[in-house]
């Protein structure tokens, strides 16, 4: 009779280890649709934001739909030869040798750079032979040398953009530009190469 009751005694064992295993499971995959369902909410969420349909959220969302119309037609880019011209420089003869391209957004205007080529060239050289040595070494030198060739390469179209430095002279100049304000074509001006001897 000893073993009738360690029978007995391994049958609720047994019973006992079926219904953990149960509650574990159950527990497992409570987790996992808990987990599922936050994951479908945020993945939700996300698309409503960009859509612009929750009201905090499409302060964030605004600035985006410039990034993804960049995206879908990427900016050109047009590369100059590189410019070697003697500097301004009175006391010493110096030189620079400047490598430029042109970042436009529509390519068929930069088709249109490489027609008037020699006359942009022509108009970034006469540009660059006035500068010295001490303007170009600066940043805020080069920030303007970007302006002036970012000016110069497009007068030869008959585009002429607002010159920041004739404004503060010449008033009546400033109100004339004002109504015949012309964005450039040309986005930016990179410097591929910049030496300063």
């Known amino acids: 009779m000893a073993t009738a009751p360690a ?4 049958a609720p064992v047994k019973g006992g280890n079926k219904k953990k295993l149960i509650i574990i499971i159950a527990a497992v995959l409570l987790l ?3 987990g599922g369902g936050a994951a479908l ?3 939700k969420k996300k698309p409503a934001a960009e859509d ?8 964030e969302a605004a600035p985006k739909p410039k990034a993804h119309a960049k995206n879908e037609h990427p900016p050109t880019f047009v590369p100059l030869d590189p410019f070697t011209v003697n500097l301004a420089d009175k006391d010493v003869d110096r030189f620079a040798q400047i490598g430029v391209t042109l970042q436009v957004e529509d390519p068929k205007f930069a088709d249109q750079i490489k027609a008037y080529m020699p006359a942009i060239r022509s108009n970034v050289l006469m540009v660059l032979a006035h500068k010295t040595a001490v303007e170009l070494l600066t940043r805020e030198g080069k920030e303007k040398l970007a302006k002036e060739i970012m000016r110069e390469s497009v007068r030869p179209m008959g585009i002429e953009l607002d010159d920041d430095e004739e404004e503060p002279t010449d008033p009546p100049k400033k109100k004339k530009k004002k109504k015949a304000h012309v964005e ?3 986005t930016q001006v990179l410097f591929s190469n910049f030496i300063v001897q």
């Open 41 to 43: 909410m945020l993945l």
């Open 52 to 59: 612009g349909e929750d009201g905090a959220d499409a302060v």
């Open 7 to 10: 029978a007995d005694a391994a």
């Open 184 to 186: 450039s074509p040309v």
């Open 32 to 34: 996992v649709l808990i």
